[in-house]
């Protein structure tokens, strides 16, 4: 299984950012997909999941309202559309699968991509 993140950059507060994430090896159909991220000195904290259909999603309360998730499963993708992004977002953002109901708990998670940095500056 291999799960590559992808979009992450330098960006100005108030920006934007669209994260990827290409699964394969895996049913991707049957897997809730996560985002998670770290921040420097600080744990991984869970971010947003999307359920297997696309039709439940699930956000931390810090991105509710300026991050979407969505996904293709046609393409094995899921996507987190960052916006009015802050400097707090800071951090590596990963992707994450499992197989269940939508989680913020990432211990449940099966697979994990190597993280993409998001660096958002003031």
């Known amino acids: 299984v291999q799960l590559q993140a992808s979009g992450g950059g330098l960006v100005q507060a108030g920006g934007s950012l669209r994260l990827s994430c290409a699964a394969s090896?895996?049913?991707?159909?049957?897997?809730?997909m996560g985002w998670f991220r770290q921040a420097p000195g600080k744990e991984r904290e869970f971010v947003s999941a999307i359920n297997w259909s696309g039709g439940s999603t699930y956000y931390t309360e810090s991105v509710k309202g300026r991050f979407t998730i969505s996904r293709d499963n046609a393409k094995n993708a899921v996507y987190l559309q960052m916006n009015s992004l802050k400097v707090e977002d800071t951090a590596v953002y990963y992707c994450?699968?499992?197989?269940?109901?939508?989680?913020?708990?990432?211990?449940?998670?099966?697979?994990w991509g190597q993280g993409t940095q998001v660096t958002v500056s003031s």
């Open positions: 994450a699968a499992r197989v269940g109901p939508n989680s913020d708990y990432s211990a449940s998670y099966n697979y």
């Open positions: 090896g895996l049913t991707f159909s049957r897997n809730t």
